[in-house]
């Protein structure tokens, strides 16, 4: 009786190794990161064209319950990445997050209410 062969199987190149590691840290976040930048983009475009006072305050609002959100998760993944091999926190993929993840903040910021009170319906 013979025995079967294994199939010959490559060691795993260190790049995609990386690769993998940095996709597993990032990946909550880049499943939200779209839909936020849309978001932001919509309040941002509604919140310029909107005659009323009003509705400019309820656009507002909502702005900065995103901008609460996105930033505890910006928080997060910091405070994560001070736990994570530098060559995961400068891979490219990584910064791209931390990068996407300023751009949504700093429209949300753009016209933001600060959380005083909740507008009127």
Same mark, same amino acid.
């Given at each position: 009786?013979?025995?079967?062969?294994?199939?010959?199987?490559?060691?795993?190149?260190?790049? %995609?190794? $990386?690769?993998?590691?940095?996709?597993?840290?990032?990946? #909550?976040?880049?499943?939200?990161? &779209?839909?936020?930048?849309? @978001?932001?983009?919509?309040?941002? *475009?509604?919140?310029?064209?909107?005659? @009323? &006072?009003? &509705?400019?305050?309820?656009?507002?609002?909502?702005?900065?319950? $995103?901008?609460?959100?996105?930033?505890? *998760? @910006?928080?997060?993944?910091?405070?994560?990445?001070?736990?994570?091999?530098?060559?995961?926190?400068?891979?490219?993929?990584? $910064?791209?997050?931390?990068?996407?993840?300023?751009? %949504?903040?700093? *429209?949300?910021? @753009?016209?933001?209410? #600060?959380?005083?009170?909740? #507008?009127?319906?």
């Amino acid at each position: 009786m013979s025995t079967p062969e294994l199939p010959c199987r490559r060691a795993t190149n260190t790049d %995609v190794t $990386l690769s993998r590691q940095v996709v597993a840290a990032v990946h #909550p976040v880049r499943e939200r990161i &779209g839909s936020w930048q849309s @978001s932001a983009v919509r309040l941002r *475009t509604h919140y310029q064209f909107e005659p @009323s &006072g009003a &509705g400019k305050a309820r656009l507002a609002h909502e702005a900065h319950e $995103l901008l609460q959100e996105v930033a505890r *998760t @910006s928080d997060e993944l910091s405070a994560e990445a001070a736990a994570l091999p530098e060559a995961i926190t400068h891979h490219s993929r990584f $910064l791209d997050v931390v990068r996407a993840l300023d751009s %949504v903040r700093a *429209t949300l910021e @753009s016209f933001a209410a #600060p959380a005083r009170q909740a #507008p009127r319906h």
